[in-house]
């Protein structure tokens, strides 16, 4: 079992960060890329397909995003 707070790096290409991973509520996303005004867009999914979270990370590398509102559960990011 990992510690809360270790990020879990999940590509191979190391683009981003997610900690803590696995979380109850509130985690983060990192871009781990180098350039000055990256553009990403982060997406949640749940087990069946359905988008539940959608948010732009346009000139920013790190963000925070809840999922205090949605029922305890596996989801994809």
Request: net charge negative.
């Amino acid at each position: 079992m990992s510690d809360e707070n270790e990020p879990i790096l999940v590509s191979e290409n190391r683009l981003f960060r997610i900690c803590p991973n696995p979380t109850k509520s509130r985690f983060t996303v990192e871009l781990l890329i180098e350039n000055q005004h990256p553009m990403a867009e982060v997406k949640v999914f749940g087990m069946m397909g359905k988008l539940l979270i959608g948010e732009q990370l346009s000139g920013v590398k790190k963000t925070e995003l809840s999922l205090e509102n949605l029922p305890a559960g596996i989801y994809l990011l």
